[in-house]
Each structure stands twice: as structure tokens, then as C-alpha cells.
């Protein structure tokens, strides 16, 4: 079946620090990939929408000079949080949509902690 | 205003039992319906897609779609306790890419 690769799986780091976060469709060509924080407790909320080769479409409320995507291959998609701070810890996870098969396949995610 | 909306839970069931997990969603343009699996700090695994009304079957899990009424449903039957964890329902629009979340209701399988 569809396999999302997301890394790194988990990140300890300093505030201040930027982070990347990767996100590969392993076997079908995502020409749109998604991005959710999960903070505690609570269900998924998208971020944004990573379109190849174009700008990405965001989320009323989130910054995209803060959180950066980029998605400049039909299999990569990378975000990154700029400047994080202890706020922005939290579980990140992408997905990619299976154009064939219509679902979102979600990666591992990513559990951040700025500390 | 897209709302997906499902009871929160807990949710618990004996081994063996049928567990029913529902949703309803606002927008009736919604034509696209998943159930996606979350364990506790992981990641959702997709389960279920359903796209027309009805029922859809595999293995121990039956997907309902009402569209008239709005509605979408799970059962599990024979529930497990690695059955246990958080069941997501989400919803897209027609040709969109975007899936709306309800908030989740966690399942209890009780040994």
C-alpha cells in the first residue's frame, strides 16, 4: 500500500532554533501533500496545503513566514518552523493524497519540543 | 462553516462486542468519507473510505453512509482490545483535496 515517510521523528531543541521537517511520498507521486499539528488531546488541524511546484495555501491563522513548506518534487515536501518557540511544540504530521486512490496517507509525525 | 462533529467518548465495550462509533457533517456537499485509526501519540492510519450510500464491508469494520441524513458511521464487530484507541471521521468536499477532521472518539476495548 501507499507509504508516507516523515522525518525526523521527534526533535528537542532550543527556542530560538529553526527545525525541518520532512515528508516523502515513497510509492505514488503526491502532487499535493498536507500539513496538520496535533497539539494534546485534540484532533488534527491543517496547517496548510503543499502544491509542486507552486506556492503553498494556508490556513486562516497560520503564519507562513513562520512555518515555511516547500514541495519541490513530486515525492518531497519539507516544513519549517522558523524561530520555534515552546508554543509551537507540538505533534506535526503530513499526508500525501494517492491521486489514483483519492485517501490521505498520513506519515509518522513529527513531536516537537522547543524547550 | 464546514463542521464535522463525533461524540468525544470514552467509548468502552466488552471483547467481542460491536462497538458503533458515529459522525455527522454540516456541508452537503461533502461526497467523500474516511475513518482513520489513532493511537495514542502516533499517527492516523487510514481504515475506511466510503463514497456512496449504504454500507461498505471489510473485515471486522462496515462503514454506513446516509447522505440524506448527513451521517456516517463505524462498527466494529468482534472488537479487540488493539481495537483501542481514538477513531477519526473525515470528510472532503467534491474535487477537493482538503479533509475535514472531526475531533476524534476514543474506543475502549475491554479485555
Known amino acids: 500500500g501507499a507509504v508516507v515517510s516523515q522525518h525526523p521523528s521527534r526533535v528537542i531543541c532550543k527556542s530560538g532554533t529553526s527545525v525541518k521537517i520532512e515528508c516523502r511520498s515513497l510509492d505514488f507521486q503526491a502532487t499535493t501533500m498536507f500539513w496538520y499539528r496535533q497539539f494534546p488531546k485534540q484532533s488534527l488541524m491543517l496547517m496548510a496545503t503543499?502544491?509542486?511546484?507552486?506556492?503553498?495555501?494556508?490556513e486562516q491563522g497560520v503564519e507562513k513566514d513562520k512555518f515555511l513548506i516547500n514541495h519541490a518534487s513530486l515525492t518531497l515536501s519539507t516544513l519549517t518552523v522558523t524561530s520555534a518557540h515552546p508554543e509551537d511544540s507540538s505533534f506535526y504530521i503530513c499526508s500525501a493524497r494517492d491521486p489514483i486512490n483519492q485517501p490521505q496517507h498520513f506519515g509518522d509525525g513529527t513531536r516537537l519540543s522547543i524547550l | 462553516q464546514k463542521e464535522v462533529e463525533q461524540n468525544s467518548g470514552p467509548l468502552s465495550v466488552p471483547e467481542g462486542a460491536i462497538a458503533s462509533l458515529n459522525c455527522t457533517y454540516s456541508d452537503r456537499g461533502s461526497q467523500s468519507f474516511f475513518w482513520y485509526r489513532q493511537y495514542s501519540g502516533k499517527s492516523p492510519e487510514l481504515i475506511m473510505s466510503i463514497y456512496s450510500n449504504g454500507d461498505k464491508e471489510d473485515g471486522r469494520f462496515t462503514a454506513q453512509l446516509n447522505k440524506a441524513s448527513q451521517y456516517v458511521s463505524l462498527l466494529i464487530r468482534d472488537s479487540q482490545p488493539s481495537d483501542s484507541a481514538t477513531y477519526l471521521c473525515a470528510v472532503s468536499l467534491t474535487g477537493a483535496n482538503n479533509l475535514f477532521f472531526g475531533t476524534g472518539t476514543r474506543l475502549t476495548v475491554i479485555p
Open positions: 503543499s502544491n509542486e511546484g507552486s506556492k503553498a495555501t494556508y
